[in-house]
């Protein structure tokens, strides 16, 4: 059997850079990561997370993780809740959809609601709670992303069209709101 090495080089067909294998010219694409979640009420109440993982451990999130394969984003993003909160989700609509390119991210964020009012912290969550808005703890939140979902989905409340939103102008994942730089290694 051979060991595959691979080189960077550019494929006949194409205008980027790509691994190639050097024994059979396999090109190993490299694509972006598909991040599902949801901005997840009950009773007016916004469930947050307290990340027990790296990176931003401590930091407050909505419920959101990496999609699996052979899932629909909608599955994904309930499945995620479930892994982290315990919670029992129904999906609303589709809130926005944030490019962070500087990690190679799509992240399709949605509305949902909670089925149940159980949540509970999963292995990834050191503490699970309800908020009201106004006591959302906005200087905690883990990721940029986060701070854009719940201001969308704030205007959603409050009537704007069911269209999905994106990133504010000009952002793009890389500074806190606060104008701080995401550190590296921090997503």
Not at 49 to 75: H, K, Q, S, V
Not at 114 to 130: I, W, Y
Request: charged share 25%.
């Amino acid at each position: 059997m051979i060991d595959p090495s691979f080189s960077l080089r550019t494929p006949d067909d194409d205008n980027l850079p790509r691994r190639i294998c050097d024994h059979c010219d396999y090109v190993a694409y490299e694509n972006p990561k598909i991040v599902v979640g949801s901005v997840v009420r009950h009773e007016g109440r916004i469930l947050l997370c307290r990340r027990a993982i790296e990176p931003r451990r401590g930091f407050w999130t909505i419920p959101a993780g990496y999609m699996e394969l052979n899932e629909t984003p909608e599955d994904g993003a309930r499945r995620e809740a479930m892994e982290e909160a315990e919670a029992d989700l129904g999906i609303e609509r589709l809130l926005a959809v944030y490019s962070v390119p500087r990690i190679s991210q799509v992240q399709l964020i949605y509305r949902a609601k909670l089925k149940t009012a159980h949540v509970a912290p999963g292995p990834e969550s050191l503490e699970v709670q309800l908020f009201e808005p106004a006591a959302i703890p906005y200087g905690e939140l883990a990721f940029p992303s986060v701070h854009w979902a719940l201001a969308h989905d704030a205007e959603a409340e409050a009537g704007a069209p069911p269209v999905p939103f994106s990133n504010p102008p000009g952002e793009s994942g890389s500074r806190m709101p606060d104008g701080q730089p995401i550190a590296d290694g921090e997503v």
